[in-house]
């Protein structure tokens, strides 16, 4: 095992052998185990360090890095036991006391936060979910009645850490009954956000409940998006609903029978990328759709005739692009990238100064790329320049500061057009503050442009009289 740099030069040996490894998040450590332990070596290359020792038959294949390059999550395998161990060195730590005939399942996650390990236990009885500090101490159990983990989809952590979703088993009577539900990463009640699931008959005797095959939570932790085949067994769709329990939304348009949805990703301003057929016949495409459901918004470029994208597609790192195939006849395959980045508002400037006596002064608010369909951004004022003495936003004198741009389809630029009003009455140097805000669009960007108005009536000096 290996490294080198992307811009070429001499490989560096950093291990003879291994049977897994990991590189870790901050690019500079690898981990990697063999039959004789767990170890890290630099990146760049030097001393290897051993984290873990062999005992009995344990392999550590089965590992796991923090995002923050802390710690080393992994399963001894003789054991079935669960351990972390600093990535800096120090002693392993077990992660929950064993429980007899029970074994941790590969089923295991850190928390985005890096504080807790949730992992999933398993024997002759139903798996059971359990949290648990990633340093150690007593695990606490969030749910006893697991089914059995349905295609790739055992559970999911919030972004904020704060939430676990996962399926379960309400009914210990009903087996095939099944809902989705979410419950704090602590431990506490869990609430129901999907089911229970469809249970539909399979040929004379058997009957088999309906599966969710995936599920993402939303960046901001609000919403919880998962593709299944609730309404039909023959077609796997997208649907929402938010994390704190409420309306199930379906996202997708009808689709052929047959036809699923093949891929999803949730963008960073909580609209929905998917890949399927759904608007031409043998097509399949990608589309975009907010979050909460409504328009849809086709994302690739136009196909010919018997053309289609194919899986699967790749958002990148950023989330501000997707890549994707697309065969266009029966001779070309062709890579293509298509932008998918959240429209961003902003002001063209942070800020201005200007005399009360210039008459007017444009703010410009603008669209960081043309928009596909009509998007709503809300101004609201403050600040200590009073509305209607030292300025006025609108029809004149008494209109509120407080107003809505709309920008059309391809439409990048509006103006907030501020009337300015001579003040000789001022003291000094007035400030006023517009803020944006919007439903259709994410404002993560610069929302807040400081207007400051200065008096150019210098006052007329009054010699003191002395009597």
């Known amino acids: 095992m290996g490294s080198i740099a992307p811009s070429g030069g001499t490989p560096i040996t950093l291990s003879e052998s291994h049977s897994r490894y990991a590189i ?23 001393t290897v360090t051993q984290l873990a020792t062999y005992r009995q038959d344990n392999v550590w294949d089965i590992f796991t890095i923090s995002s923050n390059s802390r710690y080393v999550v992994y399963i001894a395998s003789a054991s ?7 990535i800096d060195g120090g002693p392993s730590v077990q992660l929950g006391a064993q429980i007899a005939e029970r074994y941790v399942s590969n089923q295991y996650r850190i928390s985005p936060d890096n504080r807790r390990v949730i992992y999933i236990t398993n024997s002759d009885s139903q798996p059971e979910i359990y949290s648990i500090s990633i340093q150690g101490g007593t695990a606490t159990m969030i749910d006893t009645a697991l089914p059995e983990c349905q295609s790739a989809f055992c559970f999911t952590i919030s972004s904020d850490s704060k939430h676990i979703v996962y399926l379960t088993n309400p009914d ?10 979410s419950a704090p990463i602590a431990g506490g009640a869990p609430t129901t956000l999907v089911g229970p699931l469809p249970i539909r008959r ?20 609000r919403w919880v998006v998962y593709r299944a085949n609730l309404d039909t067994e023959d077609n796997e769709e997208l649907y929402s ?10 996202l997708n348009k009808q ?8 891929q999803f990703y949730i963008l960073a301003d909580n609209t929905v990328l998917y890949h399927t057929l759904q608007d031409t016949p043998g097509s399949a495409e990608l589309f975009t759709t907010p979050i909460t459901g409504g328009a849809l ?10 053309g289609a994208v194919r899986s699967p597609v790749r958002l990148t790192p950023d989330g501000k692009s997707v890549v994707y195939v697309a065969s266009q006849d029966i001779r070309n395959v062709d890579l293509y990238i298509a932008n998918v980045a959240p429209l961003r508002p902003g002001f063209a400037a942070p800020g201005a100064t200007v005399a009360d006596t210039a008459g007017s002064y444009p703010i410009s608010v603008r669209l960081d790329q043309p928009p596909e369909q009509a998007v709503t951004v809300t101004y609201t004022t403050g600040g200590s320049a009073v509305e209607g003495v030292d300025y006025s936003i609108g029809a004149g004198i008494g209109t509120a500061a407080t107003g809505t ?19 000789p009455a001022a003291l000094g140097p007035r400030t006023l503050v517009v803020n944006l805000s919007s439903n259709d669009v994410d404002l993560s960007g610069a929302e807040t442009f400081t207007l400051t108005i200065t008096n150019s009536n210098k006052g007329v000096f009054l010699p003191q009289v002395i009597r």
Not at 241 to 250: C, D, E, N, R, Y
Not at 256 to 262: L, R, S, Y
Not at 297 to 306: A, C
């Open 297 to 306: 918004t086709k994302r690739n470029d136009p196909l010919t005739l018997g």
């Open 202 to 221: 399979v040929g004379e005797w058997r009957t088999e409940t309906a599966t969710i095959s995936s599920v993402q939570i939303s960046a901001d932790s």
């Open 80 to 86: 079935n036991k669960l351990y972390s161990v600093p």
């Open 405 to 423: 741009l709309t920008f059309a389809p391809g439409e990048i630029s509006k103006t907030i057009l501020v009337q300015l009003k001579p003040n």
């Open 24 to 46: 870790s998040p901050d690019s500079k450590w690898v981990v990697f185990s063999d039959n004789n332990g767990l170890y890290r070596v630099p990146l760049n290359g030097g």
């Open 172 to 181: 210990p009577a009903n087996t095939k009954k099944v809902v989705l539900a």
């Open 241 to 250: 609903v938010p994390l704190a329990g409420g309306s199930v939304v379906k």
């Open 255 to 262: 689709l052929p029978p047959d036809e699923d949805v093949k």
